[in-house]
């Protein structure tokens, strides 16, 4: 049974690009969530997906938007990428019935 | 808001010795959960443990466990007879439950080397 599938590992982008990563959750899994993680630091939450619904939201700017297709899949897009958004970007997917969530690998993110 | 503290950045251990990372946290909620994650070099947050609030027993996990002491918000994880494999980040975890699974908010980490 296949878990959370993260797509790139890893990614280099320029400053002011804009930048797509995408998450697969584990089978079964019908919420996904997104963290980012600085270097040194623990994840920070930035949206969850329910539904192909934004059902949360953490305190990021606009410039990060995300979408759930309706196999439950889900995508994290960031626009006008900044230095400071070089970070590990975690996908979490989860069930409705039980309390858990499963992490990917995470992408890291470069942005130079 | 919800808040996670670990005030440990680094520990070390010999292995086979037992070891203790703390956590405090802080919600006004009733309904939660708390997790340690452990994060090795992988980069992939693998669930250590976890323990439902409104359960007065302390959660274990073969060589893990936890003293949750609800009234002073504090959670530690115990790991007993360390292991090599067992050097990683540890994150502690908050995550409230009244819609199901809510965000999580987590700690800075301490980072856990265990010492052959």
């Known amino acids: 049974d296949a878990g959370v599938t993260q797509s790139p590992t890893h990614l280099i982008k320029t400053r002011g690009q804009q930048v797509t990563l995408r998450c697969s959750p584990k089978?079964?899994?019908?919420?996904v969530s997104w963290y980012q993680q600085a270097l040194g630091q623990g994840p920070q939450f930035i949206f969850q997906?329910?539904?192909?619904?934004?059902?949360q939201r953490g305190n990021f700017p606009d410039r990060f938007s995300g979408h759930q297709f309706p196999n439950y899949s889900s995508e994290l897009n960031v626009n006008a990428l900044l230095l400071g958004d070089s970070a590990l970007y975690l996908c979490?997917?989860?069930?409705?019935?039980?309390?858990?969530?499963?992490f990917g690998s995470g992408t890291r993110l470069t942005v130079v | 808001a919800q808040t996670v503290t670990q005030s440990q950045p680094e520990m070390s251990v010999q292995e086979a010795e037992t070891v203790t990372l703390s956590c405090t946290y802080d919600?006004?909620?009733?309904?939660?959960?708390l997790f340690w994650y452990k994060q090795p070099p992988s980069r992939q947050m693998i669930l250590v443990i976890r323990?439902?609030?409104?359960?007065?027993q302390n959660a274990t996990e073969n060589r893990f466990s936890v003293n949750f002491q609800k009234a002073a918000k504090s959670f530690s994880l115990k790991i007993s007879d360390s292991q090599l494999g067992d050097t990683a980040m540890y994150f502690c975890?908050?995550?409230?439950?009244?819609?199901?699974?809510?965000?999580?908010?987590f700690g800075t980490g301490t980072r856990l080397t265990i010492i052959p």
């Open positions: 979490a997917s989860s069930p409705t019935a039980v309390y858990g969530y499963t």
């Open positions: 997906y329910y539904e192909e619904e934004e059902r």
């Open positions: 919600t006004s909620e009733s309904n939660y959960y």
């Open positions: 323990q439902e609030a409104y359960k007065q």
């Open positions: 089978s079964g899994h019908d919420t």
């Open positions: 975890a908050l995550g409230l439950s009244n819609f199901g699974n809510e965000k999580l908010t």
